[in-house]
């Protein structure tokens, strides 16, 4: 994808669409959402990352870095393939994802199309299946055992398993992979079912001109395949605790700063190694999306370290981050890097040179605009042509949540600036992304419907809640996907025929 392209999209999580077993996933919603798409001329289909969810159901804290959610294995394809028998579906809630009920019924009918895979495959899928297991052996192998072991414990974390599991001694872990010889199957199973589908969906996005934009968070969770596997990466003692961890220091948005518990990267130890784990998650990254979001950049130039033992932000310490050689090594290992900077929050003048030096875009928020005067960053006319402009993200409002919220300084500088009101807020922010310099503009689903506030995805820092956002068909309707179409058309992100003018 040409990130210096003049074009359009739309930002909707897999687990947002709607479908029949209780979440979103890559099932036939998905290639109708690429449909919809297509007819209303956007050519970008953000994503939020695709990896397991942890604890509140946040794809921002999963158990790996490598591998897919399970969750969003759609049932159709091994019902299809014979592996399956159509499942008996429970009655579930249609607006909002209950995790603690679906996730367990939909593990069900994953184990049950396993167990028919195992037990009657084609040959021909046994050979895809072997193929494809020992293609992806460098992180797979880890991450099946890590998920096997898990299992039977219900989730206990890996720290706390026996001292040969956590210390990795090769005889405790061969008897591990002889005794959850069926559970390590199992996930190797929906794991390449997870590649296999997503990998059909691109293809299907990318030959009707819709592009796949990832999402990579920066940091790993600490009870994660990812810190077992390799703990001489992170900083933790010699209990496989955090001696420090990552967050934000104190500002307008919290006097505590933000405690995120995400074990932190031993730099040292990667640069010895030429940065190959980060080589390594960005190669998967690319073979799953056309370009990727890496989430907390500025991470890259200078990243704050809190001690693991504060229970806040409010102590800490700002370090120099790997810079320019990772990018480097990443670069030389796999050539242009096609990814967009989110360059959020406290970002100082070394974030924009690596940003800048790396030939990134990076992020305009335009609901952050209006808090200050007409010279603001984040208002149209003040963005570069190398950005990627934003109504809102997940972690924002929806606008029309936002407006109902804004003090009326705020909402009386967007009225006269937008021109709009109360009824077309929605439409006047997307006009002004689309209608700025910006070379791609984004908009979340819930903005193109013109959603209130309690349709939007997360609210940061509140745990419980958050990510369980789904959409129904007939809330779309031929209005919203007609004025998308006009806007793009007319902007010059679309097929100018949408505009459908006479002559």
Sequence with gaps: MNLNQ????VLLHITSLPGPHGMGDFGPDAYRFVDWLESAGQSIWQLLPTTPIGPGDSPYQGVSAFAGSQWMVALEPLIAKGWLKQPEVPHFHGERIDYGVVTPWREQQLRAAAAGFFAGAADADRIAFAAWCLSQQSWLDDYVLFMAIRSPLNGQPWWEWSEGLKKREPKAIAQARKDYADEIAFWQFVQWQFDVQIGALKAYANEHG???????????AHDSADCWSRPDLYSLDENYQPTVVAGCPPDDLGPLGQRWGNPLYRWDKMADENYAWWTARVKRALTQADVFRIDHFRGFAGYYEIPASSPDATVGQWLKGP???????IRTALGPLPIVAEDLGFITDDVYELR??????????????????????FLPHMWPTTSV????????????????????RERQFAGSYLACGDHDIHWAM?????????????????????????????VPGVLGGNWGWRFHWDWIGSEPTRVLGLITAASGRGPFELLKLPG
């Design 6 to 9: 003049r074009s359009s999209g």
């Design 210 to 220: 819709v592009h796949i934009m990832g999402d990579l968070p920066i940091f790993v």
């Design 323 to 329: 810079g320019m050689p990772l990018f480097d090594a």
């Design 356 to 377: 800048d030096g790396c030939g990134f875009p990076g992020m305009k928020i335009l609901q952050f605009a209006f808090g200050a005067e007409g010279d603001h960053e």
């Design 389 to 408: 402009a934003y109504t809102g993200t997940h972690d924002n409002d929806t606008v029309r949540g936002w407006w109902e919220q804004a003090g009326p």
């Design 430 to 458: 997307i006009r002004a992304c689309a209608n700025s310099v910006a070379n791609i503009a984004v908009y979340p689903l819930q903005d193109v419907l013109g959603l209130n506030g309690s349709h939007r995805m997360n």
